[in-house]
């Protein structure tokens, strides 16, 4: 749409517009109600309604009025700029007019047509952003930064010396699983024995009323050796508490079976 003008028009700009419009000069002057002769009667429709015929002609004058007057406001757009001098540029037209310097300035790569000529074109290289940089080379996703969230919530890894501070070796985990399973074979063992052999120290021993507690007793040195080791790694190598959990298993089962075997008193019958 075009914008409204800033000043009223002259009598000698309207009839400059009129003539280029191709209207009269003169106005038609105002008809004279006087001698104006009185408008036809109105004719009456079967159904007692009254037409208006004068609502047809009237509908068609306020038609070429409005294309009068669009044409007018056509018309007048040059001479209203033109009175309103120039104008200053918007920002659009600033920014469009340097892209086109810009781009006139910068010189285009034309590859010659000779074989002889014709060499790598050479691209412009892209700056990448190094690790010093403030600002990332691109967005870290949402997977990313939950990741460097849950690294930084959970504590760094201990070093090497630290962690073979806290685990046992194997040369002290080994001895003591078979400390455990000596003891419970050299009871049995001694009991056997002493039932088989009719004559020697096993079957002198085999006759003393504490017989059973002598044949207990390597199972229990045994059992009790590996209860003091599974302590010792539960409390000073850490990493390694499995195992100590595993020897105070072996070593209850142990006793509680060489109690059941060696003191049948002892199971209330």
Same mark, same amino acid.
């Given at each position: 749409?075009?914008?409204?003008?800033?000043?009223?028009?002259?009598?000698?700009?309207?009839?400059?517009?009129?003539?280029?419009?191709?209207?009269?000069?003169?106005?038609?002057?105002?008809?004279?109600?006087?001698?104006?002769?009185?408008?036809?009667?109105?004719?009456?429709?079967?159904?007692?309604?009254?037409?208006?015929?004068?609502?047809?002609?009237?509908?068609?004058?306020?038609?070429?009025?409005?294309?009068?007057?669009?044409?007018?406001?056509?018309?007048?757009?040059?001479?209203?700029?033109?009175?309103?001098?120039?104008?200053?540029?918007?920002?659009?037209?600033?920014?469009?007019?340097?892209?086109?310097?810009?781009?006139?300035?910068?010189?285009? @790569?034309?590859?010659?047509?000779?074989?002889?000529?014709?060499?790598?074109?050479?691209?412009?290289? @892209?700056?990448?952003?190094?690790?010093?940089?403030?600002?990332?080379?691109?967005?870290?996703?949402?997977?990313?930064?939950?990741?460097?969230?849950?690294?930084?919530?959970?504590?760094?890894?201990?070093?090497?010396?630290?962690?073979?501070?806290?685990?046992?070796?194997?040369?002290?985990?080994?001895?003591?699983?078979?400390?455990?399973?000596?003891?419970?074979?050299?009871?049995?063992?001694?009991?056997?024995?002493?039932?088989?052999?009719?004559?020697?120290?096993?079957?002198?021993?085999?006759?003393?009323?504490?017989?059973?507690?002598?044949?207990?007793?390597?199972?229990? @040195?045994?059992?009790?050796?590996?209860?003091?080791?599974?302590?010792?790694?539960?409390?000073?190598?850490?990493?390694?508490?499995?195992?100590?959990?595993?020897?105070?298993?072996?070593?209850?089962?142990? @006793?509680?079976?060489?109690?059941?075997?060696?003191?049948?008193?002892?199971?209330?019958?």
């Amino acid at each position: 749409m075009s914008a409204l003008p800033e000043r009223r028009k002259s009598a000698e700009e309207l009839a400059k517009l009129r003539a280029s419009l191709g209207i009269d000069g003169d106005a038609p002057p105002p008809p004279d109600l006087k001698h104006q002769a009185p408008p036809p009667p109105l004719a009456r429709k079967p159904d007692g309604k009254k037409e208006s015929p004068s609502a047809p002609a009237a509908s068609k004058k306020a038609g070429v009025k409005k294309t009068a007057a669009k044409k007018a406001a056509k018309a007048g757009e040059p001479a209203s700029k033109a009175a309103r001098g120039p104008s200053a540029p918007s920002a659009s037209a600033v920014l469009e007019a340097e892209e086109g310097r810009s781009a006139a300035q910068t010189p285009k @790569v034309v590859r010659s047509l000779k074989k002889s000529e014709q060499g790598p074109i050479r691209q412009a290289k @892209v700056p990448v952003a190094n690790g010093e940089g403030a600002l990332p080379a691109r967005r870290h996703t949402e997977e990313e930064l939950r990741r460097f969230r849950l690294g930084e919530s959970n504590p760094a890894d201990l070093p090497a010396a630290q962690l073979a501070k806290l685990t046992a070796a194997w040369w002290v985990i080994a001895p003591l699983y078979a400390v455990g399973v000596v003891g419970l074979i050299l009871s049995f063992s001694m009991e056997q024995q002493a039932k088989t052999q009719m004559t020697g120290t096993l079957a002198r021993l085999a006759l003393r009323p504490n017989a059973p507690q002598w044949f207990f007793s390597p199972l229990a @040195v045994g059992s009790g050796i590996m209860l003091l080791g599974a302590g010792w790694i539960a409390w000073k190598r850490t990493r390694s508490a499995h195992h100590a959990g595993f020897m105070t298993i072996l070593a209850i089962l142990f @006793v509680t079976f060489g109690i059941l075997h060696f003191f049948p008193e002892l199971h209330g019958s």
